[in-house]
């Protein structure tokens, strides 16, 4: 387990197994490479981050996966593989299930939700992005894309 303490003053708790979770799942981040770029929302508040987002009523974590990549870039992903877990110790508890996903097919960005679209960038230029989500930038996302490279998948 790898604890740290992000950037609202909570601590979190990542793991790279599949539980058992002290908390259920109920948001999801999605990790995916290609062409040696990382996927990457402009979301509209937070600024640029992976996709991901909370379940939907009757939704598994895989499926939320595939929709809020979809939802938030227009890319379609397939082969989602189980990545890590953490735990927002914040005053109600909450965990994101994160994934790996491989590009199916990109899609011409149409949706407007919390999105204003997507951006592919190397490693070097997501920790040169000014504009990073909050969450982007805690020590739990620069060990997630270290573990990617070092036991992670082939893209």
């Given at each position: 387990?790898?604890?740290?303490?992000?950037?609202?003053?909570?601590?979190?708790d990542?793991?790279?197994?599949?539980?058992?979770?002290?908390v259920?799942?109920?948001?999801?981040?999605?990790?995916?490479?290609?062409?040696?770029?990382?996927?990457?929302?402009?979301?509209?508040?937070?600024?640029?981050?992976?996709?991901?987002?909370k379940l939907?009523?009757?939704?598994?974590?895989?499926?939320?996966?595939?929709?809020?990549?979809?939802?938030?870039?227009?890319?379609?992903?397939g082969?989602?593989?189980?990545?890590?877990y953490?735990?927002?110790?914040?005053?109600?508890?909450?965990?994101?299930?994160?994934?790996?996903?491989?590009?199916?097919?990109?899609?011409?960005?149409?949706?407007d939700?919390?999105?204003?679209?997507?951006?592919?960038?190397?490693?070097?230029?997501?920790?040169?992005q000014?504009?990073?989500?909050?969450?982007?930038?805690?020590?739990?996302?620069?060990?997630?894309?270290?573990?990617?490279?070092?036991?992670g998948?082939?893209?």
């Amino acid at each position: 387990m790898y604890t740290f303490v992000d950037e609202n003053g909570f601590k979190v708790d990542l793991r790279f197994d599949e539980g058992p979770f002290d908390v259920e799942p109920k948001h999801v981040l999605v990790l995916v490479q290609h062409n040696g770029k990382w996927l990457c929302t402009i979301h509209k508040r937070r600024g640029v981050e992976v996709p991901g987002g909370k379940l939907e009523p009757a939704e598994t974590l895989e499926q939320a996966a595939i929709r809020e990549v979809y939802e938030e870039t227009s890319v379609k992903i397939g082969d989602l593989q189980w990545f890590a877990y953490y735990i927002v110790h914040d005053e109600k508890p909450f965990c994101k299930a994160v994934f790996t996903g491989k590009v199916r097919s990109i899609d011409p960005f149409v949706g407007d939700y919390e999105t204003s679209g997507m951006t592919w960038l190397t490693e070097e230029e997501l920790w040169q992005q000014p504009n990073l989500s909050f969450y982007m930038r805690d020590a739990g996302m620069k060990k997630m894309l270290q573990e990617v490279k070092t036991h992670g998948r082939q893209w």
